[in-house]
């Protein structure tokens, strides 16, 4: 829930024509998202932050100081809401609403996952302290902090933790919470969470990647009314028939929207929700923030009204806030768009909380950075390591001469189970890069403790050097992989040092350094400087031998609790399947 604070006499005399208001925009074509219809030749009339009237003719509260928008006979939208999106990773806030305004996103709806598994609870304040006095609105969900590493849990957010960070009205619900965590394990917590926020009058967004049926049904029944992993048509259809909100995702993690085209005019899209469950800095640069993916579904044959709809009215009634925002009604926050037709996508002015913030090609807000609290850049808590620390023991294969392996599929994402013959020197066992054997890293970041599980990864593809970061997905984590110790050690050194990182490292050297300090997820870099950088990342891994599509997103991912078959975790590896930890 927003904050409620209208002078609600203020806007009754507004509405009535007692008093004149604000803004006016005459003259356009209105995209009503309640009735599925355009409306020529209507006006809107705002006092404040509000809207005070929708109709024909607003000339009556049109006094001296009020602002006078002619919109031509253009269309006149909602504002947009991306109602699942991950914004703590990568960029400032600051630097990232400067390309995202241009788009037409007036509501912004994000996991905070990056800062919890830096600080925990703590880490969730800090990021609740950056949200505060935007000129859009900025609002999150508390994640669930499900992770496959045992130490990450020191940072799991607790029932009676929730029920106080639900009192905050920027906190818009549950995060996303992988459904097995939820229903498939004897540990309550996950369930106990969604009571809460249930109890709170809030929601529970969800993550049923891979269920099906009396599964997904049981997903449900625990709480979650939301999911962004429809990966195909049937799964569309599947969730909407379960009674699911089913956000299309087209982000750089997935591009899943192009799956509604052959259920376009055969069924209701109103519990259809478009987001893009994050972008990183190239797709933010080069095509902006989400007008992109609600053009894609025009493009697709979506209706237009329907597209925008998908990405307005429908996602605030999945977070109970239709009374506020997702269209243009009295009463409702003010947050506007003027587009130069129904099929561009391409705001020519963006009006939020009543305030024109983007008007010929230029953002008018204000864009400040605010200071982080200082604790946001000590959750690196790791000694530095030597080369002889990444030496790996024959004694301790399973069978001796080969070793378990993680091998990454060719969507760089999903990984399964291997076997590798390995060399042996010493009694030690090498990586061996010219049959795509690397060493695989993870080190605890989180308790102090900075407990180590040394294994092997195939399917990355360099032939020498070491990479690490600590941007690792579902834990509290540095991972590295490279075909050299002292290399490895380099890289992992070096993120330490910067407390939070992406670093390549070949030859003894630093190829590539990429600092993240703020929670080792977000650089203080701007938008740019972090856009060259990854480029440069992704090259060099190229140079050294990668052919992954993104080297950088299949790394942090090997930590993921979210995709199968098998990660790495300070324990050892974990087999979703088994449900166990095994060496090499």
């Avoid at 009339?45 to 002619?70: C, F, H, L, M, Q």
């Avoid at 294969?397 to 378990?404: D, L, T, Y």
């Avoid at 030859?507 to 300090?517: L, M, Q, S």
């Amino acid at each position: 829930m927003f904050p409620y604070n209208a002078d609600n006499r203020s806007l009754v005399e507004t509405a009535l024509g007692n008093r004149k208001a604000d803004l006016v925009i005459r003259n356009g074509e209105l995209v009503d998202v309640y009735t599925g219809r355009v409306l020529p030749k209507y006006s809107v009339a705002v006092s404040g932050s509000w809207i005070t009237y929708v109709g024909p003719d607003a000339d009556y509260a049109i006094g001296e100081n009020t602002r006078v928008i002619d919109a031509e006979g253009r269309i006149v939208s909602p504002g947009f809401i991306d109602g699942h999106t991950h914004i703590a990773n990568f960029f400032d806030i600051a630097d990232f609403l400067k390309y995202a305004i241009p788009g037409g996103t007036t509501t912004y709806i994000t996991e905070v996952e990056s800062y919890c598994f830096g600080l925990g609870v703590q880490g969730l304040n800090i990021f609740l302290d950056q949200i505060k006095d935007r000129p859009v609105k900025l609002r999150c969900t508390v994640p669930a902090m499900v992770s496959t590493s045992p130490a990450s849990g020191h940072f799991a957010i607790q029932p009676d933790e929730m029920r106080e960070l639900l009192k905050n009205e920027n906190v818009l619900g549950m995060g996303e919470s992988y459904w097995q965590n939820a229903i498939l394990t004897p540990d309550n917590r996950i369930l106990e969470l969604m009571q809460e926020t249930v109890r709170a009058g809030k929601s529970v967004q969800g993550h049923a990647a891979g269920a099906a049926g009396k599964k997904l049904g049981a997903y449900a029944c625990a709480g979650a009314v939301s999911c962004h992993e429809s990966v195909s048509p049937e799964d569309i259809v599947h969730r909407l028939e379960m009674g699911f909100w089913t956000f299309l995702r087209h982000g750089y993690i997935r591009q899943d929207v192009g799956n509604l085209k052959p259920l376009i005019g055969k069924m209701d899209f109103r519990r259809c929700i478009l987001c893009t469950d994050g972008i990183d800095p190239e797709l933010l640069l080069r095509h902006g923030y989400f007008n992109n993916v609600i053009q894609y579904a025009i493009s697709l044959g979506v209706p237009p009204v329907e597209a925008i709809r998908m990405s307005s009215l429908n996602c605030a009634e999945l977070y109970h806030m239709d009374h506020l925002i997702g269209g243009i009604a009295p009463g409702r926050y003010a947050d506007i768009l003027v587009l130069p037709s129904l099929n561009e996508i391409r705001p020519e002015m963006v009006i939020s909380n009543g305030s024109v913030i983007f008007e010929n090609d230029k953002v008018t807000a204000e864009l400040r950075r605010i200071p982080y609290d200082t604790k946001i850049f000590t959750t690196v808590n790791v000694p530095l390591t030597r080369p002889e620390d990444f030496a790996v023991p024959a004694a301790g294969c399973s069978i001796p001469g080969q070793v378990r392996t993680i091998d990454i599929q060719a969507n760089g994402l999903v990984a399964k189970e291997g076997l590798a013959e390995v060399p042996v020197a010493d009694g030690m066992i090498a990586a061996d890069p010219e049959n795509d054997l690397l060493k695989l890293v993870f080190i605890d970041r989180a308790t102090g403790r900075a407990d180590m599980f040394i294994g092997f990864v195939r399917g990355i593809g360099m032939k020498s050097g070491a990479v690490a970061t600590t941007q690792a997905w579902d834990a509290s984590a540095i991972i590295a992989a490279g075909a050299s110790d002292e290399d490895i050690a380099l890289a992992v050194n070096t993120v330490i040092q910067h407390q939070g990182g992406a670093v390549i490292t070949a030859g003894g050297a630093i190829a590539v350094d990429i600092p993240f300090p703020v929670a080792g997820y977000t650089s203080t870099a701007p938008v740019e400087d972090i856009h060259a950088a990854m480029i440069d990342f992704q090259r060099k891994m190229e140079e050294l031998g990668s052919t992954l599509r993104s080297a950088h997103l299949t790394l942090v991912t090997l930590t993921s609790a979210a995709i199968p078959f098998i990660r790495i975790t300070e324990k050892g590896y974990f087999r979703f399947r088994e449900n166990d930890y095994v060496g090499i």
